[in-house]
């Protein structure tokens, strides 16, 4: 059973930045390299939004509402996605969760997630 935990998220000023970071352990079933990847987030009282997005093959995509500041990025020999996020502003306070991509759809379960906040 694939597995995810993300990490990396906190309390930042208006402006500032945070590195989020989502492990993801395999079986001997599956190899990471294979795996399409999202990031997601969720504000409190709002439905999960999709993020940032990046393929097997390193293709990237963003929501409207953060290309730009963020960016996605893939390490297949340690397992993990990241997502750089720059000039974050108070719209941006969600809980980040990552997550594994077939289809357009969510595959696994989801972790715990990271709580980002950012206020002054």
């Known amino acids: 059973q694939v597995q995810i935990v993300e990490s990396g998220g906190g309390l930042v000023e208006p402006w500032g930045s945070l590195r989020l970071s989502c492990a993801v352990s395999?079986?001997?079933?599956?190899?990471?390299?294979?795996?399409?990847m999202c990031w997601y987030r969720q504000a409190p009282g709002k439905q999960l939004e999709y993020v940032a997005g990046?393929?097997?093959?390193?293709?990237?995509n963003y929501a409207d509402s953060v290309k730009g500041r963020f960016a996605i990025s893939r390490a297949n020999a340690k397992n993990n996605v990241d997502l750089q996020m720059n000039s974050l502003q108070p719209e941006d306070t969600a809980v980040y969760y990552c997550?594994?991509?077939?289809?357009?759809?969510?595959?696994?379960?989801w972790g715990q997630g990271t709580q980002v906040t950012v206020s002054s």
């Open positions: 997550n594994r991509i077939l289809r357009g759809r969510a595959i696994e379960n």
């Open positions: 395999t079986t001997i079933f599956s190899s990471f390299s294979t795996f399409d």
């Open positions: 990046i393929t097997s093959g390193e293709i990237v």
